[in-house]
């Protein structure tokens, strides 16, 4: 029985895979034809088609989850998707209107990008820690054994690191890396810290300090972000009216 399960999961999963490489091949298609053939409107079309297939995956994604959900990043792709579809149609409709609308425009949507960006980065610096401490909650004391590298880093430059930290829960000793890589804010190797544990996953951990300084670190890095973006668009408006 557990068998034929497993079967059935493994069948599912390599009909998904055919599926979204059908749906690839179908898009990266369509975006050659379009731009070939100078049909510039279906390449925006194909473009806002392609992140709501996108979108939809990462919402039944979301939606399978038992616990833990997060439907911020699956809104963006969606209004992404939204925004190229209608401009698309735009496009077809009255393609001449759309490009002067589009060339007096572009730098007001560019800076508003960067604006809500800021705004975005602020409040997910925000809400981060909240939603760790929603489920981690069971204190204990952690120990920094290593202090792992980032992938990505490269030599020249202050390498990005994430702490795991060991710590003693119900009879067991468990390992566990926090999942923000930073080049500042990390304990020392053998330091020991208060950390809050998913007691019922064990998957995820809220350390206080380091978690503090970097949102304090990200929430700087969004207000510069939006005070650049808010300092852009009046001096556009000033230049245009």
Sequence with gaps: MI????????????????????????????????????????????????????????????????????FIF??????????????????????????AFALKYTPFAVLLLFFFSGIGIILSALTEPIRKRRYCTEKVTGVCVDLQVSLTASHGRRRSRVPIYEFYHAGETHRIAENTYSNFANPQIGEEREIYVDAESLDEIYEPIRSRRIGRMYCGLGICFAAMALLGLVMVYVVQY
């Design 3 to 70: 068998k034929d399960e497993q079967e059935k999961k493994s069948n599912k999963g390599v009909w998904g895979s055919c599926l979204i490489t059908l749906i690839v091949l179908a898009v990266i298609a369509g975006f050659i034809i379009s731009l070939v053939t100078h049909i510039y409107w279906l390449t925006v079309m194909i473009a806002g088609c392609f992140l709501l297939a996108l979108d939809s995956i990462l919402l039944i994604g979301e939606f399978e989850k038992q616990r833990k959900r997060n």
């Design 74 to 99: 699956p809104l963006i792709i969606f209004a992404a998707g939204i925004c190229a579809v209608i401009c698309g149609i735009m496009l077809k409709i009255d393609p001449d209107g759309f490009k």
